[in-house]
């Protein structure tokens, strides 16, 4: 009985198929998919964006005001416990701190913020009413939110004791015996303008000049 070369070339071929298949389903892991969350984010960040003057203020001032407004959200905690802060440090790539006007001025920092500082202490001793400001380093590198913090209800109940322990710790004067609504230091928000340009969304950043 004579053999077809044919048929086995055929067979061959086929069983050289199923074991390059069969090779190919070893060794590809279908349970294990790249994460591009991350990697769109980068590219996100890295993309060039054109920022004016103006858009910078808008979203500074945007994100200032969130940030003072989840940390005043529950004052007398957040000024003991900096979690909150931290986090929120990390999340916008900023600098926070806090303190009385005087208890934060420092040499090292810019010329503009400490000028601000000043600012807030003749307010204080003249009994001028106390607001949100931004301020630009002189080099522009970096801007400066500052907010009033003010004396509560929650945080007053307080004894002598826990108050003098949170004044410590925040940098601020002593806060036995203040009144509700009476200011009791800042939060001073440092932003990397080199920061906001790789957080920005351009879009928003669109929509905050249009307001």
């Not at 806090?98 to 009994?127: C, F, M, R």
């Not at 906001?196 to 351009?202: C, G, K, M």
Request: with cysteine; hydrophobic share 40%; proline share 3%.
């Amino acid at each position: 009985m004579k053999q077809n070369p044919s048929f086995f070339s055929s067979i061959t071929q086929y069983i050289s198929l199923l074991l390059f298949a069969n090779i190919l389903l070893i060794s590809c892991d279908f349970s294990k998919r790249i994460d591009t969350t991350a990697a769109v984010k980068e590219l996100h960040e890295r993309e060039v964006k054109r920022i004016t003057p103006a858009q910078f203020t808008a979203q500074v001032d945007e994100w200032g005001s969130t940030i003072v407004k989840k940390l005043n959200a529950d004052l007398s905690k957040n000024l003991q416990d900096t979690t909150l802060k931290d986090s929120l440090a990390k999340a916008y790539r900023v600098e926070i701190v806090s303190g009385s006007p005087l208890q934060l001025k420092n040499p090292a920092w810019d010329k503009k913020i400490n000028e601000t500082l000043d600012a807030y202490q003749y307010n204080v001793e003249h009994n001028i009413p106390q607001i949100d400001n931004i301020q630009k380093s002189e080099d522009e590198a970096f801007f400066y939110y500052t907010s009033p913090i003010m004396a509560n209800k929650n945080l007053l109940k307080l004894d002598k004791k826990q108050l003098n322990a949170i004044g410590e710790k925040a940098k601020m004067d002593s806060l036995a015996f203040k009144k509700d609504g009476s200011f009791l230091g800042l939060w001073v928000i440092k932003f990397s303008k080199k920061e906001v340009v790789r957080l920005a969304d351009p879009k928003h950043l669109k929509i905050l000049s249009e307001k």
